[in-house]
Structure formats: structure tokens, C-alpha cells
């Protein structure tokens, strides 16, 4: 439980136990983009992990990652730069596990 509200201490920047928002609807829209951000990085650290079992080809070393990961949480950030400059640029947004972008309506 407690890996859980530092992971999410971690993703509201500033004061996470303050709402900045003085109306109901914006404090529930930025709970909700938290927990956006949050299921996120969980997502990808699934992704990531995934994609390391795949690619070890000894059964033994296999089932060793396998039982690591069964022990340990995906809310891990330590990874990610919470605080960083995004570019969401067409080039940027191809990545490694195939995921295409989304198409532009026009």
C-alpha cells in the first residue's frame, strides 16, 4: 500500500494531497488524469517486461525472469522522467514494441 501512495505522490507534481482546482468537476478531471498517467506507466513497464521474456532464448534464465517479476510490482517509475519536456512529434512517437500512433483525422 504504501508503494502505492508514493507512486502516487511521484506522478502529482507540487502537493498531491492539495487540490489546486476549486471546482468539483476540474478536481475529479485531474484525479482522473492521474490515474491516466499512473495506468500508464503500468501498462508500459508490462509491455517492457513482456518484451524481455521474449527475447531470452535459455529456458532456465526464462523462468528466473519469470519468477523476479512475479515477485516485484510493475508501479515502478524510477524510469520514467515525470518531469521532462515530451515531444509527441510524428518521428518520435514510432517506438520499438510496434504500437502505431494514432491516425490524424482529416
Not at 15 to 35: L, Y
Amino acid at each position: 500500500m504504501e508503494l502505492a501512495n508514493r507512486f502516487t505522490r511521484a506522478v502529482a507534481v507540487g502537493n498531491p494531497r492539495e487540490f489546486t482546482q476549486a471546482e468539483k468537476e476540474d478536481q475529479e478531471i485531474a484525479e482522473a488524469c492521474n490515474r491516466l498517467i499512473k495506468n500508464s506507466i503500468i501498462c508500459w513497464n508490462y509491455l517492457y517486461l513482456a518484451r524481455q521474456i521474449e527475447k531470452v532464448t535459455n529456458a532456465e534464465t526464462r523462468e528466473n525472469l519469470r519468477r523476479t517479476i512475479a515477485t516485484h510490482s510493475p508501479m515502478s517509475w524510477a524510469h520514467i522522467n515525470l518531469l521532462g519536456e515530451y515531444d509527441f512529434s510524428d518521428e518520435k512517437l514510432r517506438d520499438s514494441l510496434g504500437i502505431l500512433p494514432l491516425k490524424s483525422a482529416a
